[in-house]
């Protein structure tokens, strides 16, 4: 029996523009097709201002699979700020 063919997942994410990646391979921005064989693909997702986030597609999963990325936090945790003298 031979390999399975080729298939495509639609990878989206929330916001969109994240930039995907598979090891040092830099695939595109989301929305993004990506092809899959018989094996499971790990990628990776990053975007500015956001916590990277991994997708796992697998050959058996779902035709479009989205993918949530959080803000990071921006607090100024951990900075002095001088106070200003009262007038």
């Known amino acids: 029996m031979g390999a399975a063919p080729p298939r495509t997942?639609?990878?989206t994410s929330d916001p969109a523009?994240?930039?995907v990646s598979d090891g040092d391979d830099e695939l595109g921005r989301t929305p993004l097709d990506v092809?899959?064989?018989d094996e499971p693909r790990e990628l990776r997702?990053?975007?500015r201002g956001h916590r990277p986030s991994t997708a796992t597609l697998?050959?058996?999963?779902p035709e479009q699979v989205s993918v949530e990325l959080r803000r990071r936090r921006t607090g100024m945790?951990?900075?002095?700020?001088?106070?200003l003298?009262?007038?």
């Open 35 to 37: 092809e899959l064989t």
């Open 45 to 47: 997702l990053t975007l």
């Open 17 to 19: 523009g994240a930039l």
């Open 85 to 87: 003298a009262p007038r």
């Open 58 to 61: 697998t050959p058996d999963g």
């Open 9 to 11: 997942v639609r990878l």
């Open 77 to 83: 945790r951990g900075v002095r700020v001088p106070m």
